[in-house]
């Protein structure tokens, strides 16, 4: 049965307990430096088994942190950390700082019901300056798979432009620069994790998938103790921008993954309107092959139709 553990729901984090593993920990009051652009993020996260499936602040990135919703090009503004990257007409890449900061509001719930844990949660997007530029209503639940080998996270985020102007997403992409188009949904994974497998419901499969469409995208790798495997199957969902979406994926030098809404082109949002995405990401214990994890992604969509189905009777 899953559970919250009440003492770090009191302070910063919220955790998902299960059989005594901590599944995920979603820390909503961050304490990074600015050129990190804090924000809201899950780490550790753990299959059922314990492995650790997340890293937090890599030394090549430390902006880089678990699962988070990280989007470095907001017209002139950098939501993701590090720093924009500007593409200058002779060549030159120059580095811009200007890292804003998802500010948490407040809970609307917090609680465990029917087996499934669900938050909603209020922020605010505030550039370097302090200008508020986006509302945020964020939605996270977290569920198991019947089998008891997986578990789901599930997340809405529904963005509203509050500038007073239109807003455009993008990415270092749309900015110039090529087969970089991350933006959205980012996952950071444990350094042993690296050259692993990469599935996709459509498409060539590896490394290739940089840049390609699919519905749902896995990636599957071995721990070093104890030669254990991991998989984790992202899923887009059909009404999300741009779906089925891009995929900004990498296996080495390390692994990462990131449906790509505004991978290689950019969405306007005008003053007052509202963006909401839907991500699914399926954490399981073992080495997945293609035919599982659409299985799970079946099972996850049916899931999801249900419980939005049971939302809207009276």
Same mark, same amino acid.
């Not at 030394?59 to 678990?66: L, M, Y």
């Not at 990280?70 to 030159?92: C, E, K, S, T």
């Not at 529904?158 to 500038?163: F, G, K, P, W, Y």
């Not at 299985?295 to 189905?309: G, L, N």
């Given at each position: 049965m899953l559970e919250l553990d009440a003492e770090a729901a009191g302070r910063t984090a919220l955790a998902v307990m299960y059989g005594g593993?901590?599944?995920?920990?979603?820390?909503?009051?961050?304490?990074?430096?600015?050129?990190?652009?804090?924000?809201?993020?899950? +780490?550790?996260?753990?299959?059922?088994?314990?492995?650790?499936v997340t890293l937090h602040r890599p =030394?090549?990135?430390?902006?880089?942190?678990?699962i988070s919703l990280?989007?470095?090009?907001?017209?002139?503004?950098?939501? =993701?950390?590090?720093?924009?990257?500007? $593409?200058?007409?002779?060549?030159?890449i120059e580095h811009v700082l200007n890292n804003g900061t998802q500010v948490h509001d407040?809970?609307?719930r917090v609680e465990v019901r029917d087996g499934r844990v669900e938050a909603v949660e209020r922020l605010r997007w505030l550039t370097e300056h302090g200008e508020h530029w986006l509302s945020e209503v964020r939605r996270i639940g977290v569920r198991l798979l019947p089998g008891g080998q997986a578990w789901v996270l599930?997340?809405?985020?529904? $963005?509203?432009?509050?500038?007073g102007s239109a807003i455009e997403f993008g990415s270092p992409?749309?900015?110039?620069?090529?087969?970089?188009?991350?933006?959205?949904?980012?996952?950071?994974g444990q350094r042993d994790l690296s050259h692993g497998t990469i599935l996709a419901a459509d498409g060539p499969g590896g490394p290739a998938m940089m840049g390609e469409r699919a519905a749902w995208l896995a990636y599957v790798g071995r721990h070093d103790d104890g030669h254990g495997a991991s998989t984790l199957v992202f899923v887009d969902h059909p009404d999300n921008v741009g779906h089925p979406t891009q995929w900004f994926v990498r296996s080495q030098p390390y692994a990462c993954?990131?449906?790509?809404?505004?991978?290689?082109?950019?969405h306007r949002l005008a003053d007052g309107a509202s963006l909401t995405l839907h991500y699914d990401l399926v954490v399981a214990a073992g080495a997945w092959d293609h035919a599982t994890a659409?299985?799970?992604?079946?099972?996850?969509?049916?899931? +999801?139709?249900?419980?939005?189905?049971?939302a809207r009777v009276p």
């Open positions: 593993t901590e599944l995920c920990r979603y820390t909503y009051l961050s304490d990074a430096d600015q050129v990190e652009a804090p924000q809201p993020y899950f +780490h550790p996260v753990r299959t059922v088994a314990g492995d650790l =030394w090549d990135h430390p902006w880089h942190k678990g990280a989007m470095p090009n907001v017209d002139d503004a950098n939501f =993701w950390g590090g720093g924009m990257q500007i $593409l200058r007409p002779n060549g030159d407040s809970f609307d599930a997340f809405t985020t529904t $963005l509203t432009n509050v500038r992409t749309t900015n110039g620069r090529p087969d970089a188009g991350y933006s959205g949904f980012f996952w950071r993954v990131c449906p790509a809404p505004f991978f290689d082109r950019a659409d299985a799970a992604v079946t099972a996850v969509r049916r899931q +999801h139709r249900e419980e939005t189905s049971d």
